[in-house]
């Protein structure tokens, strides 16, 4: 079949240079530099131009205390405080003075999510700024995203998912009832197969966060969507089930029901509090180890047939197009993948010494098993350390010490998962699959870092 | 030695009934209820009184469209968006479009951590609402809190830790040379010396978030202490470490060099960015398993002695009177401990049935071993199950399934740590402690569930 491209697909021409320019441009200005970090480069402007800022203002409510004494915030998800020469000389903020009781990060702290310049920001995706990673978790405001019609707004009390198809009793389910059941969480990733989409034939994106940022982890917890078969029952002969979202694209996927009964979850938490509304609130289901768009985000209604279903999602687009013309159809699995997130694109390193490299692995098919890096452009590999917990279909952070003799050197990491599977370089990627296709790009990751210390995206066999 | 109560201490007077009164209307304020969910009561009230609540304003930067349609949110961490009658015949909220890059929570997600009502806001503490807590993390804008001095504000690039004392060459350290030493990263939890302060003679406080909220669990990152030690180099007989914070309060601590080389961070992360400005940002000590005030927040000095320092902390606070008039101090450990949040204090149990109850469990002194669950008042126990990954100085959720058969019952959890140490009674404690101290409670919680399905807080040996 034919890859159709919708508005805003990758393999439409919204690669025209001024696209391109926009979206650096995009990049370079949320990568405002922190000059107490060695991540950033120095000479990059110091101020996150007016029309990407963004006020949560620290307003009290009327009749609280302090209200003229707060200023709007000029970074996402923080409260401007007033910044004494001495904290030790002055009472700090009271406990829940300005939050009231929901706190917020630092004004200091400017890494965003930044978008991708697609046509529309409903029909959008945007990055995780993987640059600054640590650990292995993803901080819930800066999970990467990737919207068909936009952020839907539900009343968590009046969402009901319907279940039914070739299912003994169809029955409908309330959040409530949901949380009824025994809960499950897991710390997993998620990846969008489009991670990477513009690395293919050359190296485009500059940062980590552009060639990477779409992929985050997080404790997702619900219900086993296994549960929830089992109560309404299925027939005999149902062998797929049908997600369906409730937002404005009304986001449909087909499951196989191994899947579904495997290892899947009604997902209502996310790092210990409700999924976030841009990751599906107040409930998305997550299938874990597959590519994003079948985590359906706003859950409303399941399927179950004997046959897939073939939706817009799954033939038209979400499909891998071969040299031959044919597409690779139900290419479920993210597989293994690594890159070093530092150092890393538009990083520079001011004087040789010193570095510890450090990275993100991830397997959809398992744990991780092994990590190799190389900074001499794959001509020798050391393995890295791996950083506990290991799980399964998770980030797992590597490290490696590094002493940088001030030379040109190529960094390189490479994966190998549970099964054996060995993270193979985009030239096989390419060799095998062609330049038609956008989705499901794992190959390694070539950082050069000049003699300068500038840090670069190359592509290196 | 005595113990003196400072100001805001609770051995002091403040638990008069009107600071009870005060206190208890603040927690029912903040359980506003959410008629989706079986945690709360119906009849609870539907809004957040005027006075506590909080505006994050959804106020999009001049120049940016859309700017009219936007409301402020009553709800603190959230941006307030218009909820559609049904979201899939309408665009939803495009990426970036009016949260700056760094998402917020859901509109309808109201728990908040809820002060406890000490005489000043600056030294005071919070709670985490633990009983909608799910899985094994807590929310960073969730974290409970505990300062001295209110919230340092402290610019990075400005900020330095001095290390000096018995150590062979006294040395600085700014924020951008800490993150050039090799980073490591733990889940771990943190709990106050004074979670359970008010529930040592008699059951006051009523949600599990007043009488456990003082704990919470994050992923922490940065430098091991060990590394930093090492780099000055120790002299011989170095045997105590004092940590300064940079806050109003100058919170400072001893805490033995061995365990400073053992396990201790320097911590600049928490759950994959920057920690939090409530945590220290941007840098605390973190004390693996000793009560929480040893992690001292907005760190700018250690100094390395051969003998402890005697601090106001651990003097006149901190330590525990015991019936004879002594003190007990450097009481570093936060022993084995557990608590059921579901079902909990003031939630109601609608109908007879099946019952998940879950909870959660930790050690300072390593690894969850076993929980065990009682529903008939410690009669007869049953073991839970632990959910995954259980991991040493840290929260473990556990779960047992439950059928009520409408019939009053006590709840309580057990827990067993790796060292084979087993949760006691509150009345063992009593029994060894007596009452003149409020540090350390980790005693069995007991939750009585009424016939009319009302839970609330009891003793129960």
Redesign the interface.
Known sequence: MKNTASSDSPSSNSHSPEALQELEHQFLE?ERR??????YHGSAPQAVP???????????????AGVSGMA?AAT??AIE????PD????????????????????Q??TE????YPTK???S???FTPLQ????????????Y?R?H?????????K?MVYVHGMVKQAKKF???DL???????R?MFLECSGNGLTEWAKPTLKTVQGTHGLTS?S?W?GVPLSTVLNEVGLKPGAKWLLAEG???A?MTRSIPIEKAMKDCLLA??Q????I???QG??LRLFVPGYEGNMSVK?LRRLEVSDMPFMTREETSKYTDLMPDGTALQFSFFMEAKSVITYPSGEMLLHKPG???I?GLAWSGRGAVKRVEVSVDGGKSWRDATL?G?V?PICHT?F?L?WEWDGKEAILQSRCTDETGYVQPTIKDLVDERGLLSVYHLNGIQSWKVAASGEVSNVHHY
């Open positions: 949320a922190d000059p107490a970090s060695p991540y007016t029309r990407r800022r963004f006020m949560l203002g620290a307003m009290a409510a009327i009749g609280t709007a996402p998800g405080r007033t910044v004494p904290a030790t000389k002055i009472q700090g903020v009271g406990v829940g003075a300005d939050d009231g009781g929901y706190g917020s990060r630092s200091f702290e965003v999510r930044t978008r529309t920001t409903e959008s995706w945007s600054n990673s640590m650990g292995m978790l993803t901080p819930s405001g800066l999970h995203e919207h019609g936009g952020i839907a707004t539900i009343d968590p009390s969402h309330s959040m409530a949380k009824r059941f025994p809960a499950l969480s710390m982890t404790e917890v409730g937002d404005a009304v209502y938490g790092n210990g509090e409700a976030r509304p841009e609130y107040p706003w010193f570095y510890e450090s950083h917990p799980l952070r490290t010490p």
